[in-house]
């Protein structure tokens, strides 16, 4: 991390209120909900990092001399960048047919059956050249920065082969190196079992371990891998041989569990040490007992179960028994087509039963550590990194009460002003 400060030192003062939660890991439980709040804030940061949080007075009285840049955030709020910990922004084509026909009751492993589902979007981003999925990619990245979000997961799983599957790699990896939001790619081959593939599943794993995770490591283009359990695609014992030999290769592992079916998706996570568990909405009281004992992130993604019209997941029971729940968007052309921070917001209090405090907490600290990023990123303190969102209004529970609405006027990453829209709400 670069340390050496190649602009001036910015102190931000006179904030309404800093919120924050503190730690450098996965915050479980009710000590999701213990935030620290500074009324009058001030922040110093040289270079990327945060060197300084505290009172606007105290900050004033260490920081008076030498050049530095100072922002006034009088009326404002101050807190750390959002971290949106599951997304597949990288995909070629839109399925607006689908919406509409699940809509008139045709289910999701339905439209998947009749050849709609991820394999049209796999059709699609065979099809589109890297240069049109890397500019896509950079508007939907200034997209998410707008709502404040300084670090983001994307996965590729939108080729089912090798070529493509690499290709959304090193789109992602490019995109990281060019767009100043910081982008942890996972492999997702094992998104969905490709059309007509010759011996089924198993025989789809074979290739991947064999073809596909060799050269994605080989190239360092993915930290995480990842697998879509549920009924009709992987099974828990394929995704168990799978996750395992990845972790064997070296990859940290995610999976896409219990989210239409409850096959044990939360318990395996738990049980081999998944950096997270996504989507939960079907998990199991004994999946729920697992992930709390274990350092497993459980992700929930409140716009997927909001656009399929389902239930919610079962966040306030995950966070009562003590798990450490985040948040984030699952932004996808097919079953969630919005990457809206505001609207998470408003969904996991008003429709989870999630307090503010506890939402916070998931799109910050432990969205980081559902990257395993919470020592570096996630919260505003001393030695992370300068990555800050400025909110319009003087009390952060705006954020649920403006409901679905973007209410983030700045944003600053590694320490430099990079989005500033103050308007007048
Ligand atoms: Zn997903």
């Known amino acids: 991390m670069n340390t050496f400060p190649d602009h001036q030192p ?66 404002k709020v101050i807190l750390p960048g959002f971290v949106d910990s599951h997304t597949h922004f990288v995909f070629g084509g839109y399925r607006p047919e689908e919406f509409i026909m699940r809509l008139s009751g045709a289910q999701y492993l339905d439209i998947m059956k009749m050849g709609g589902g991820i394999q049209s979007t796999v059709d699609a981003t065979r099809k589109t ?39 959304q790699l090193e789109i992602l990896k490019r995109l990281n190196s060019e767009h100043i939001l910081d982008i942890e790619a996972t492999y997702m081959g094992a998104h969905a079992v490709p059309r007509d593939y010759p011996g089924g599943s198993g025989a789809y794993i074979d290739f991947m371990l064999k073809d596909v995770l060799p050269l994605v490591r080989e190239k360092n283009l993915a930290r995480f891998s990842d697998i879509f359990c549920e009924e009709g695609v992987f099974t828990i014992q394929e995704s168990e041989r799978y996750l395992r030999s990845c972790k064997d290769m070296g990859f940290d592992t995610k999976i896409h569990a219990d989210e239409i079916i409850p096959l044990g998706g939360g318990e395996l996570a738990a049980r081999i040490g998944c950096v997270s568990a996504d989507h939960l909405l079907a998990v199991s009281g004994e999946g729920i007992r697992m992930l ?53 917001f408003s969904l996991a209090v008003i429709h989870m039963g999630m307090t503010i405090e506890e939402a916070l ?51 600053i990453k590694n320490g430099k002003v990079v989005s500033n829209r103050l308007f007048s709400a």
């Open 361 to 411: 907490c998931s799109l910050t600290l432990n969205g980081a550590g559902a990257l395993k990023k919470a020592d570096t990123i996630g919260s505003i303190e001393q030695g992370k990194k300068a990555d800050i969102a400025v909110l319009a209004y003087p009390d952060y529970r705006f954020l649920v009460y403006h409901s679905a609405k973007n209410i983030v006027a700045m944003v």
């Open 129 to 167: 050249s890297a240069e049109t999925l890397f500019n896509d990619g950079l508007k939907r990245l200034d997209d998410m920065l707008s709502m404040g979000v300084t670090t983001v997961e994307g996965k590729s799983g939108y080729g089912l082969d090798r070529d493509c599957e690499l290709k």
């Open 10 to 75: 910015l102190l931000l003062y006179h904030a309404a209120q800093l919120v924050t939660p503190i730690g450098r890991a996965l915050k479980h439980g009710r000590d999701m909900g213990r935030l620290k709040i500074i009324p009058d804030a001030a922040v110093y940061i040289e270079g990327d990092i945060i060197k300084d949080v505290g009172s606007t007075e105290e900050l004033q009285k260490k920081y008076n001399s030498g050049n530095m840049e100072r922002i006034d955030l009088t009326g």
């Open 292 to 344: 709390a004992e274990s350092d497993t992130a459980a992700t929930l993604l409140p716009c997927t179960a909001f656009c399929l019209n389902k239930p919610y997941a079962p966040a306030r029971k995950l966070i009562d028994a003590g798990c450490a729940v985040a948040l984030a968007s699952d932004y996808n052309p097919g079953s969630c087509f919005t990457n809206s921070i505001p609207l998470i």
